[in-house]
């Protein structure tokens, strides 16, 4: 890390399944660390378990004079094989090397419709291993980490002595949200208190099944109310959409994935933001609904309660969320005001940043 005084630090950037939530960071933190000199390398996200065991090999073949360089830091992403890469590449090991996790392996609700497998969950662990610096978006994403790992390692046929080596890992890791861009003032839109507004993923891991079976309730109830479903779509959806999208017909105003700017303007014009999910790390999407005004209301588990104050959470049941929207919806003067976000965006954040990748330590 000792570069010399008239020089920028070098850092190299790879991000081996470079989907939307790494993609929005690897943009962010270039272009808000301004003070080093970047190499980045990125992979699509596609073929994910390829991917994330492969990434050491087409990099190999692909990228060898780059990854030759000298570099002061390497940062990757959690896919990122780096225990291989460092064999493959000595002169990285030389480097400081720092692993962020967006997600984590151990912590992914099971289905045959997810990823994880031991390889991935394997990845995960030599590379946080093999890192000087082991920075987590929350604490939630530590602790199931280090915890799910504990339990993972249990079942191998050795009685590894793993405890120990998992906590001090637990105790150096690092804490650094992702944080999000300030908003540029300008509105598009008149927010309506009703609005209800889904902008995630379309996968079961988002437990859908939960958000429309309340919106189901409260629509045969004659409770009033809009509805915007917007978020990423892939080629298997789940099959409740399909029956919401023909059920609740005469609230939707907006359906289905839209550009930027057309997505934007739908967050400014939500009142009510809602997850349900199983499986969240941090949550860029609720949180850039609520920065623009949307009142969110996230289940009081996984790493919501460290985010959101109790006004914004419910319980995590269906019948908790019926009541707490039936609140809000008919007496939208019981909604809390909304959320400051301040302390998610970059400029609370850019020093700490800037400071990891130049003096490799977190103010």
């Known amino acids: 890390m000792n570069a010399p005084l008239n020089r920028r630090k070098r850092v190299l950037l790879l991000s081996a399944y470079d989907a939307v939530s790494h993609r929005y960071w690897a943009d962010s933190v270039i272009r808000h660390v301004e003070s080093v000199e970047w190499t980045q390398l990125r992979l699509p996200a596609r073929h994910f378990l390829w991917r994330v065991r492969g990434n050491p090999l087409t990099w190999l073949f692909k990228e060898h004079e780059t990854l030759s360089r000298p570099y002061d830091v390497?940062?990757?992403?959690?896919?990122?094989?780096?225990?291989?890469?460092?064999?493959?590449?000595?002169?990285?090991?030389?480097?400081?090397?720092?692993?962020?996790?967006?997600?984590?392996?151990?912590?992914?609700?099971?289905?045959?419709?997810?990823?994880?497998?031991?390889?991935?969950?394997?990845?995960?662990?030599?590379?946080?291993?093999?890192?000087?610096?082991?920075?987590?978006?929350?604490?939630?994403?530590?602790?199931?980490?280090?915890?799910?790992?504990?339990?993972?390692?249990?079942?191998?046929?050795?009685?590894?002595?793993?405890?120990?080596?998992?906590?001090?890992?637990?105790?150096?890791?690092?804490?650094?949200?992702?944080?999000?861009?300030?908003?540029?003032?300008?509105?598009?839109?008149?927010?309506?208190?009703?609005?209800?507004?889904?902008?995630h993923r379309w996968e079961y891991d988002k437990n859908p099944e939960d958000f429309f079976e309340v919106l189901f309730e409260l629509s045969g109830q004659g409770v009033a109310f809009e509805l915007a479903v917007v978020g990423q779509r892939f080629r298997h959806v789940p099959p409740i959409f399909a029956e919401a999208e023909q059920r609740l017909?005469?609230?939707?105003?907006?359906?289905?994935?839209?550009?930027?700017?057309?997505?934007?303007?739908?967050?400014?014009?939500?009142?009510?933001?809602?997850?349900?999910?199983?499986?969240?790390?941090?949550?860029?999407?609720?949180?850039?609904?609520?920065?623009?005004?949307?009142?969110?209301?996230?289940?009081?588990?996984?790493?919501?309660?460290?985010?959101?104050?109790?006004?914004?959470?419910?319980?995590?049941?269906?019948?908790?969320?019926?009541?707490?929207l039936y609140r809000w919806l008919t007496t939208p003067t019981d909604q809390p005001e909304p959320l400051n976000t301040a302390q998610w965006e970059w400029p609370a954040w850019q020093a700490a940043y800037s400071s990891l990748l130049t003096e490799g330590v977190l103010d």
């Open 74 to 199: 390497v940062l990757v992403t959690s896919m990122v094989d780096l225990a291989t890469l460092i064999g493959l590449f000595p002169s990285l090991g030389q480097a400081h090397k720092i692993i962020y996790f967006h997600e984590n392996q151990f912590a992914y609700p099971a289905s045959e419709a997810q990823h994880s497998s031991v390889e991935s969950k394997m990845v995960n662990l030599y590379a946080a291993l093999a890192a000087d610096t082991v920075i987590f978006n929350t604490a939630y994403n530590r602790d199931s980490f280090v915890d799910g790992a504990r339990a993972f390692l249990k079942k191998m046929p050795e009685n590894l002595p793993a405890v120990k080596p998992l906590e001090a890992l637990r105790k150096r890791a690092r804490v650094l949200p992702v944080p999000i861009m300030p908003l540029d003032g300008r509105h598009h839109g008149q927010r309506h208190p009703r609005r209800i507004l889904w902008n």
């Open 249 to 324: 017909a005469s609230h939707i105003t907006a359906w289905g994935p839209l550009p930027e700017g057309r997505y934007r303007a739908e967050l400014d014009k939500a009142g009510i933001v809602v997850s349900t999910t199983w499986h969240e790390f941090q949550g860029l999407a609720i949180m850039e609904a609520a920065q623009r005004g949307a009142r969110p209301l996230v289940p009081d588990r996984l790493c919501f309660p460290a985010l959101y104050p109790k006004a914004y959470r419910y319980d995590g049941t269906r019948g908790g969320l019926y009541d707490q």
